[in-house]
């Protein structure tokens, strides 16, 4: 039975409602024809964190009119922060299976994430070699698989996977080789890592790099894809995340350390950036009954689900049962 903070939340990352407040979520979505899957994502205001996929089976269709392409095994899709969400299994295909991995970013990773071949903001990626996409498919299949081992550190082996597959598709794709972060904005994320626990308003940051504060404003969102407030509370709750972990430093004390001095107000952000308190989160994290702070137990539909709708569900794909 799920506990309480968790039992009304849609914990299922492929039906709609699904919160995704964690740091990183990754699954496998098989569509098919007429099954319980097969409509289209519509996210006209797109999400917090980015999103990349990879078809393994079949066609999906993403966007529109003018706008509309297609997407074949080997192709990879890349939708950064507030990018429009619009897709689903191409009409005339029987089915479209893509692996997926949504996350929130670090700072240094976001000349991986500038892919110059684009579709409403939306980058785009083929891969034509079959080793290659067999290379590709199996680093989407360890992250899923990492995130959702239940180990301590799960997350973070999971985010190192998932820099090493953003570092091969720039490697593969030498048109999307961008300038590396501008060292004011590298030398911001220093700053504001030293100081995490500090208040430091943002006239005081562009001071530190030379910068207007407008000016370091726009250029941080530019190239770091989100606000400094957002990257200083995304860096605050990874760490609460360690250290509730990996420590027996009382929620007061973590609190402090990370910058949030009002146990209280600290408790609501963990809540609503993680989906459960920094007690439930620990008590999760070391070895008490395991609830969800990973909710991906339910990212596949369940075998017996499956058999109901005439499917056979084998290695996370699922397939037409014979009839």
């Known amino acids: 039975m799920l506990h309480a ?3 009304k939340e849609q914990l299922n990352p492929l039906l709609p409602g699904y919160s995704f407040n964690l740091y990183l979520v990754a699954g496998i979505t098989p569509i098919i024809e007429n099954g319980p899957l097969d409509f289209f994502i519509d996210r006209p205001n797109g999400m917090n964190g980015y999103i990349i996929n990879m078809t393994v089976q079949g066609r999906g269709k993403v966007f529109d009119g003018g706008d509309t392409f297609f997407c074949n095994p080997g192709d990879l899709l890349l939708f950064p922060p507030e990018a429009a969400h619009y897709y689903g299994r191409a009409p005339e295909q029987g089915d479209w299976y893509h692996r997926w991995v949504y996350f ?5 990773w976001s000349p991986w994430l500038k892919w110059r071949n684009q579709v409403n903001k939306v980058g785009r990626l083929s891969l034509q070699d079959r080793g290659l996409i067999a290379e590709f498919d199996a680093l989407f299949q360890q992250i899923d698989a990492t995130q959702k081992a239940g180990r ?14 953003l570092i091969r598709c720039y490697e593969e794709t030498p048109e999307n080789f961008a300038k590396p972060l501008d060292p004011r904005i590298h030398e911001t994320c220093q700053f504001l890592s030293r ?3 500090a208040e430091i308003e943002l006239e005081e940051i562009a001071r530190h790099v030379c910068l207007s504060p407008s000016r370091l404003a726009h250029l941080f969102r530019e190239q770091v894809g989100v606000s400094i407030v957002r990257w200083r509370e995304d860096q605050r709750i990874i760490l609460a995340k360690h250290l509730l972990a990996s420590t027996r430093t009382p929620v007061s004390g973590i609190a402090d350390l990370v910058g ?4 209280l107000y600290f408790s609501r952000v963990f809540r609503k950036r993680v989906g459960l308190s920094p007690s ?13 702070p990973d909710p991906l137990q339910a990212a596949s539909l369940p075998a ?3 058999q109901d709708h005439g499917y056979t569900l084998q290695n996370g794909i699922l397939t037409r049962s014979p009839t």
């Open 5 to 7: 903070e968790t039992a």
């Open 104 to 108: 929130r970013p670090r700072a240094y």
């Open 152 to 165: 301590t550190t799960s997350e973070e082996l999971a985010i190192n996977l998932l820099e090493r597959l």
């Open 195 to 197: 100081n995490l626990a």
């Open 260 to 263: 949030y001095p009002d146990q």
């Open 280 to 292: 439930r989160y620990r008590q999760d994290s070391t070895g008490g009954p395991h609830i969800c």
């Open 304 to 306: 017996g689900e499956a």
